[in-house]
């Protein structure tokens, strides 16, 4: 999907692309589902959000987001009590975060959009180093500025 593109009606953006590479890499490119390894064809991994792109403020946090094949993707947003009771076994912890705060109501001031950018850009950097030098596990990532959900 190209950047600045739409999908599900809303429009994909640098830091969405951030993100989803992040979140993709961090799971060194295999579906948490299945588990198959995408590591060579990229392009049928997906950044799966267990609460709606819609929901602006959660949208880029990585605890809303799964590394999932086309295929179990597909079959998850089919299934949207299937997909929440599926990221509910494999992160408790997430699930739960995504859940009490889905229908808060918040946006990012002016300026913060940025630094969420590059605080997730650092941690891309940092992940890329790991990676080059013999790391191979996957990697948790921190979300931005924890007190902003607070």
């Known amino acids: 999907m190209r950047r600045g593109s739409k999908a599900f009606g809303v429009k994909r953006t ?15 490119w295999k579906c948490q ?10 392009q049928h991994l997906q ?7 819609a929901i602006g403020w959660l949208r880029h946090d990585p605890r809303n987001i799964a ?16 997909h929440a009771e599926w990221y509910k076994s494999v992160n408790p ?14 946006k990012k001031r002016v300026g913060e959009i940025d630094q969420m950018y590059n605080f997730y ?8 180093e790991l990676r080059f030098e013999g790391y191979t596990g996957t990697y948790v990532i921190a979300p931005w500025k924890e007190e902003y959900y607070e």
Request: proline letters at 1%; charged letters at 35%.
């Open 121 to 128: 850009k650092a941690q891309k950097k940092k992940l890329d």
């Open 14 to 28: 640098k830091y969405d692309a951030l993100i989803s590479t992040l979140v993709r890499e961090a799971n060194c």
């Open 33 to 42: 589902r299945c588990g198959g390894d995408f590591s060579t064809l990229r």
């Open 93 to 106: 912890e997430a699930y739960e975060f995504v859940k009490e705060n889905q229908h808060k109501v918040k």
């Open 47 to 53: 950044a799966s959000h267990v609460a709606s792109r």
């Open 67 to 82: 590394a999932l094949c086309a295929k179990c993707h597909s079959q998850l947003e089919a299934r949207p009590i299937e």
